[in-house]
C-alpha cells in the first residue's frame, strides 16, 4: 500500500503532508449502551518525523495493517461509492469475510490478530476512529467509513450487532453535521439488513432513544419493514435493559471519593437526577470538596451526566409504551422495567394496569416494593396492597380512561406515596373515564 493507497486518502489530514505529522482524532460519546459491550480497539497516536503511507497504515491499524485479509476487505470497501452497497458488493464482501472465517484466505498478521480477526478488527478501528470530516478535500471519507460500516453488517451477528450500536451512539451525537450522521444512518440501515433477534431488540432501542430525528426515523422504518417481512408486530420484538449503573433499588449509588469524602448520585421516581456529596463527618454539601480523589469526581459527574441521558430515553420509552397501549408480559415487566433500577424507579409512580384473564377484566394499581417480602406489590387507589400474580399482564394506563373520581383518588395517594410522575399521566387525564373496562 503506497502512498496513493486508500487510506492514504482517508486519513490526511490538513498538515499531513510530507514533514509533518498525523493527528489523531479524540472525540467519544458520553453515553455508553449497557448490552451489549464494544471495546474501542483504537491504538493511541504514534508520534512520527514525516509522513508516510505504510507508516499511517501501521499507525491506525498496527501490524494487522499488513494482512492480506485486511487488505482484501478494505480494498473492496473502497469500490462502494454510493450509499447503498449493491447485492453483487454485498455477496463478494461477505464470501470474502466468509473465506477469511474459514481461514481460507492468508491472513498472516503479525501478533494474535490473523485472517478474520484482524479484518473486524481493522474495520471496527476505522469506524470507531471517527475520522474527522473537516477536510474540504475529503468528501471520499464519507462514503468510505458508510463502506466500513455496510461490511461490518456482513460479519457475524454476535459482533456486528454491538459494534453497530456504537457506531450509531458515536456518530449520532447532535451537532456534529450530516457527513457524521450519515453514518450513524448507515449503521441503522446495516442493523436493520441483519435483522432476526439480536437486531430487532437494538433497533427498538434505538428508535426510542435516539437524539437525531433521522437516526430514529431510520431505525423505525428498518423496525417495520423487518417486522412486514416477518409477519410480527412491535409487541413481538424482545425487551431490553437500560443500563443500571450500579444503582441500587432505590436509585443510589454511592462512589467512595477517598479521605472519608463520598458522592452520592440519587434517581428520583420523577426523573430527577441529583449529585451530591458527604464528608468525613457525615455532613453533607452540594459542591466537590476539595480533598477528594480528581478521578472520582470525574466519574462521579459522569455517571450522573451519563444517567440523566438515559433516564429520558427511559422516559420516552415509557410514554411511548403507555401510548402504544402495548401490553407487557410478566417477564418482561419484572426483568426489563420494574427489576431494572433505572426503569423501575420511573415506573413507581405511574398508574398501572394489570389482567389475569388475558384482558377481560383490568386492575388498577400503582407498583411498590416490599422490603419484608422482597417482592413488588400493587397498590390500589384505596391504599390497600396485592400480590402481583406471575399470570398477570401489565401496561401503563391510558389517561383518557380515568374517571375525574379516579384521577382525584390517584392524586391523593401519589401525594401521599411523595411520589411525582416522571411525565405527565394523570394530568392529561380529562376525567371522561371509559368505563367500557371492567375493573374488580
Same mark, same amino acid.
Given at each position: ?194 435483522? =432476526?433477534? +439480536? &437486531? ?9 432513544? @435516539?437524539? $437525531?430525528?433521522? #437516526?430514529?426515523? !431510520? ?71 476539595? =480533598?477528594? +480523589? &480528581? ?9 450522573? @451526566?451519563? $444517567?440523566?441521558? #438515559?433516564?429520558? !430515553? ?74 402481583? &400474580? ?51
Amino acid at each position: 500500500m503506497g502512498q496513493d493507497g486508500l487510506l492514504g486518502k482517508l486519513f490526511r489530514r490538513k498538515g499531513t503532508e510530507a514533514g509533518s505529522q498525523p493527528t489523531a482524532s479524540g472525540a467519544s460519546s458520553p453515553h455508553r449502551v449497557t448490552e451489549p459491550a464494544v471495546q474501542d480497539a483504537v491504538p493511541p497516536p504514534a508520534a512520527t518525523t514525516s509522513w508516510d503511507q505504510d507508516e499511517a497504515l501501521r499507525h491506525i491499524l498496527g501490524p494487522s495493517a499488513d494482512a492480506p485479509a485486511v487488505r482484501d476487505v478494505l480494498d473492496l470497501c473502497d469500490t462502494l461509492h454510493g450509499p447503498m452497497p449493491p447485492v453483487p458488493w454485498r455477496e463478494q464482501m461477505a464470501a470474502l469475510l466468509a473465506d477469511n472465517a474459514a481461514g481460507n484466505a492468508d491472513g498472516n498478521a503479525t501478533g494474535n490478530a490473523t485472517g478474520n480477526a484482524a479484518a473486524i478488527g481493522a474495520l471496527r478501528t476505522i469506524a470507531l476512529r471517527e475520522t474527522p470530516f473537516d477536510d474540504p478535500r475529503a468528501d471520499h471519507r464519507v462514503p468510505f467509513v458508510r463502506s466500513v460500516v455496510w461490511a461490518i453488517g456482513l460479519t457475524e451477528p454476535a459482533d456486528a450487532v454491538p459494534l453497530l450500536i456504537r457506531i450509531t451512539e458515536v456518530y449520532g451525537e447532535p451537532g456534529r453535521g450530516r457527513e457524521y450522521r450519515s453514518v450513524a444512518v448507515t449503521a441503522v440501515e446495516a442493523l436493520g439488513g441483519i435483522g =432476526g433477534e +439480536r &437486531a430487532l431488540p437494538a433497533l427498538r432501542q434505538i428508535r426510542a432513544e @435516539a437524539k $437525531l430525528g433521522d #437516526v430514529r426515523r !431510520a431505525a423505525s422504518r428498518e423496525l417495520d419493514r423487518n417486522l412486514d417481512e416477518a409477519h410480527l408486530s412491535r409487541a413481538d420484538v424482545p425487551e431490553w435493559q437500560a443500563e443500571t449503573f450500579e444503582l441500587d433499588r432505590d436509585g443510589l449509588r454511592v462512589i467512595e471519593l477517598g479521605h472519608g469524602y463520598t458522592a452520592g448520585i440519587q434517581l428520583d421516581a420523577d426523573g430527577t437526577v441529583v449529585l451530591s456529596y458527604s464528608g468525613p463527618s457525615g455532613q453533607h454539601r452540594s459542591t466537590p470538596p476539595a =480533598g477528594a +480523589r &480528581a478521578n472520582d469526581l470525574h466519574e462521579a459527574a459522569d455517571v450522573a @451526566a451519563n $444517567l440523566r441521558t #438515559v433516564v429520558y !430515553a427511559e422516559r420516552f420509552r415509557l410514554k411511548q409504551l403507555m401510548k402504544d397501549q402495548r401490553t407487557l408480559t410478566y417477564e418482561d415487566w419484572m426483568e426489563s422495567y420494574l427489576g431494572n433500577p433505572v426503569t423501575g424507579q420511573l415506573c413507581r409512580a405511574l398508574i398501572w394496569e394489570s389482567s389475569i384473564d388475558g384482558g377481560e377484566h383490568w386492575q388498577r394499581f400503582v407498583p411498590v416494593w416490599s422490603a419484608r417480602r422482597e417482592a413488588w406489590l400493587r397498590l390500589g387507589e384505596d391504599g390497600v396492597s396485592h400480590d402481583i &400474580a406471575e399470570q398477570s399482564q401489565a401496561r401503563v394506563v391510558d389517561p383518557k380512561n380515568f374517571s375525574a373520581a379516579e384521577k382525584r383518588a390517584w392524586d391523593v395517594q401519589l401525594l401521599k406515596l411523595r411520589l411525582t410522575q416522571p411525565f405527565e399521566q394523570l394530568a392529561l387525564a380529562d376525567g371522561g373515564g371509559n368505563r367500557r373496562r371492567e375493573r374488580r
